[in-house]
């Protein structure tokens, strides 16, 4: 059964504050991707990485960082937090396949 | 660029009655994409409902059916007969092989009804 796990599974912080969020996979699998959640907007990619060292843009990435520090860590750093960034944030892991494996989601309120 | 759309907001059936969400796709990138649809149960994270990867092809899961229909460009999910424990929000998703990057919908929210 595929593994994703997500740290803290809640965080509230203040404007200008910085945020690390966490997501560890046990699949082994090649692709990780972070993404925000926000009510009329569905699921919005933010980054993605094919492997440990490697990142790729995705769709919503401004005011975010991520680095995949090894084949199972995938991290998302926002590093002045603001209130646009209050949202429900999923990691997923995936292989060649595209069938993706989710975590359960990091609500992050910026005050 | 790719897109999904799909029944927006939240939609209310009684228990034992039919659903369907309906999703239609767009796609400049990839003639024939993988076409998914994901669920989201409370306090859960999403999970693979179900994944059709051939136009023409029909998927089906926990009384759940999706068919790819390239001519309408639409892959809508439907039941015969919902039950409560299916009240979660369902996803429809659009995939480009060639690089890994998947499209969302906007989700729509199913309340069931006893």
């Known amino acids: 059964e595929a593994a994703v796990t997500q740290s803290p599974r809640n965080k509230v912080t203040v404007t200008g504050g910085n945020v690390t969020l966490s997501c560890r996979q046990t699949n082994s699998h090649n692709y990780m991707y972070w993404y925000r959640q926000d009510t009329g907007h569905g699921l919005r990619l933010i980054h993605y990485s094919y492997g440990a060292g490697n990142l790729q843009i995705g769709d919503v990435p401004d005011g975010y960082k991520a680095t995949r520090t090894t084949q199972e860590d995938f991290f998302l750093l926002l590093e002045l937090a603001s209130p646009s960034q209050t949202s429900l944030y999923f990691c997923a892991s995936s292989d060649a396949g595209e069938t993706l494996y989710f975590g359960s989601g990091t609500r992050l309120t910026v005050l | 660029g790719d897109s999904v759309t799909q029944t927006e907001g939240q939609v209310t059936v009684s228990e034992s009655k039919s659903l369907i969400i309906n999703c239609t796709y767009s796609?400049?990138?990839?003639?024939?994409?993988?076409l998914f649809w994901y669920v989201r149960y409370p306090g859960e994270g999403l999970q693979l409902l179900l994944k059709?990867?051939?136009?023409?092809q029909k998927g089906s899961s926990r009384g759940f059916e999706a068919t790819y229909n390239k001519e309408t460009t639409s892959f809508h999910l439907q039941k015969a007969s919902v039950q409560e424990s299916d009240s979660a929000v369902y996803y429809c998703?659009?995939?480009?092989?060639?690089?890994?990057?998947?499209?969302f919908g906007d989700g729509t929210q199913l309340v069931v009804k006893p």
């Open positions: 796609t400049t990138s990839i003639a024939y994409p993988n």
């Open positions: 998703a659009l995939g480009e092989s060639n690089n890994n990057r998947i499209f």
């Open positions: 059709v990867i051939t136009a023409g």
